[in-house]
């Protein structure tokens, strides 16, 4: 198992910038795939990136060239760092996690961004 919790949400202004913070309770130098999902009212949980140990990262269409991930292994973190942002990355943003390959999904209890137009 592995406890996340994330850190730095808030209120911006349309083509501002935001940085989220994870903190795991496992070394995320052992698990499988680390990563950002958003959940905005109505609509499904989507898993925006992930990042592998070896930080090899991936996005899905809407948040690449906008969004980075990155990862701390010696302080446990995992970053989202996102650049000009639009009213509709307004959502609750959840840290992810894949322990092992094939294993159940864990997520934070979620952050909410508002991007104000």
């Known amino acids: 198992q592995v406890q996340l919790v994330e850190f730095g949400g808030g209120l911006v202004q349309s083509g501002g910038s935001l940085t989220l913070s994870c903190a795991s309770s496992?070394?995320?130098?052992?698990?499988?795939?680390m990563g950002w999902g958003r959940q905005a009212p109505g609509k499904q949980r989507e898993l925006l990136a992930t990042?592998?140990?070896?930080?090899?990262?991936n996005y899905v269409d809407s948040v690449k060239g906008r969004f980075t991930i990155s990862r701390d292994n010696a302080k446990n973190l995992v970053y989202l760092q996102m650049n000009s942002l639009k009213p509709e990355d307004t959502a609750v943003y959840y840290c992810?996690?894949?322990?092992?390959?094939?294993?159940?999904?864990?997520w934070g209890q979620g952050t909410q961004v508002t991007v104000s137009s």
């Open positions: 992810h996690a894949r322990i092992y390959s094939g294993s159940r999904d864990y």
């Open positions: 496992k070394n995320i130098f052992n698990i499988y795939t």
């Open positions: 990042i592998t140990p070896g930080a090899s990262a």
